[in-house]
């Protein structure tokens, strides 16, 4: 999931939320849309594997 924050990078949380904080986990700050793009596949592939 990702968010535009106000400095105008991006932010990539996890999809599920933590049910102990009932917040996203922050997994990094992008400074651009198709960064955290990319990045995100690359968490979703090493997810996998």
Known sequence: MIRKLS???YRLYSR???P???KRRNLGTF???AAAEKHER???YFKRH
Do not use: F, L, M, Y
């Open 7 to 9: 400095s105008g990078e």
């Open 42 to 44: 690359d968490v979703q």
């Open 16 to 18: 599920k939320i933590n």
């Open 31 to 33: 400074k651009s849309r």
């Open 20 to 22: 102990k904080t009932g």
